[in-house]
């Protein structure tokens, strides 16, 4: 290579890092304007572990009381129920997860988690059920309703390694957990909690937040997708309606996107720090049952 040459080369490379760096922090910066604003909007959780009767049975349930509002004001109430046998189960499985041989690890890894756990969300699955009951709505409306839910729970780190003291962090993580020493799950494999184990302790991340949406609405007959980005390093929804919006076109459908570690982010609009589609890649979807 002439001197020429790599005096270029070095200066685009250059170009690159000082790309991703901004990239990097506008990504810290969202991050941490969301944690402020589900600090700020958020009530607190009624969480409960009881008894409950159901199918002539006597079942031992973790329960949370959730109030909120989606994203156009309107309010919400309902309680999200899990078994405890099912969620020790899960986490027991979870752990036992092995990665190798995985030629998409994270769309498979997605996967393997959203089919283990959808039937046991039926209880979840109800709840939300009775308030489509109670007020009829459109599908947009209804996926806006069950989004706004999770989007309304307090952001929260999930580590593969323990979670250590504030001081040992730096920026947004270190102020983070220096407001809210609590808002950190450690020792969870690939960093990433079983949509069972959101709804015991409801601490997630992104991927952790996706993974349990899509869940849910692959149960309620949606055309629903993941997106990841390795840039971003970063986990969004995607739904395929029939919508105006930011999108990522994939096998021939749009899929909007959706934001959802806090509030106020709607169907189809990516915050600037995040919204390039050339950075998103779709690793799982769900296709409806037409019949």
């Known amino acids: 290579m002439s001197k020429g ?10 170009l690159l890092v000082i ?3 901004v990239v ?23 969480t409960e572990q009881l008894w409950i009767e159901k199918d002539q049975d006597s079942v031992l349930v973790y329960r949370h009381g959730r109030s909120w509002q989606n994203n156009y004001g309107k309010p919400y ?43 046991k969300l039926d209880l979840i699955l109800d709840a939300f059920y009775q308030i489509y009951l109670q007020q009829p709505m459109s599908a947009e ?30 920026g947004w993580i270190q102020e983070l957990l220096a407001e809210c ?4 799950l450690g020792d969870q494999p690939f960093g990433l909690q079983t949509p069972l184990g959101f709804m015991q302790n409801l601490k997630g991340d992104c991927d952790t937040r996706t993974v349990f949406l899509f869940s849910v609405l692959s149960a309620f007959n949606y055309d629903v997708a993941i ?20 999108y990522k076109l994939f096998q021939g459908k749009k899929y909007l996107v959706w934001e959802t570690t806090a ?9 600037p720090q995040i919204s390039n589609m050339n950075f998103w890649n779709v690793v799982l979807t769900h296709s409806p049952d037409l019949n």
């Open 227 to 246: 997106l990841n980005s390795d840039v971003y390093r970063h986990s969004i929804l995607g739904l395929n309606l029939p919508s105006a919006g930011q």
């Open 19 to 21: 790309a991703a760096l």
């Open 181 to 184: 020493p609590d808002c950190c």
């Open 77 to 119: 109430q309902t309680k999200l129920t899990v078994r405890y046998d099912d969620v020790a189960q899960a986490i027991a499985a979870h752990k036992q997860m092995n990665p190798e041989g995985l030629t998409s690890f994270w769309g498979e890894l997605y996967a393997q988690m959203a089919q283990e756990s959808g039937p």
């Open 141 to 170: 409306l209804f996926a806006e309703m069950v989004v706004s839910c999770i989007q309304n729970i307090p952001y929260a780190l999930v580590f593969q390694d323990p979670c250590q003291a504030p001081e040992n962090y730096q």
């Open 263 to 271: 509030p106020n982010h709607i169907m189809g609009v990516l915050p």
């Open 24 to 46: 990097l922090r506008g990504l810290i910066d969202l991050v941490h304007l969301n944690v402020q604003n589900s600090t700020q909007t958020e009530q607190p959780s009624n």
């Open 5 to 14: 040459a790599k005096n270029k080369f070095l200066s685009y490379r250059g």
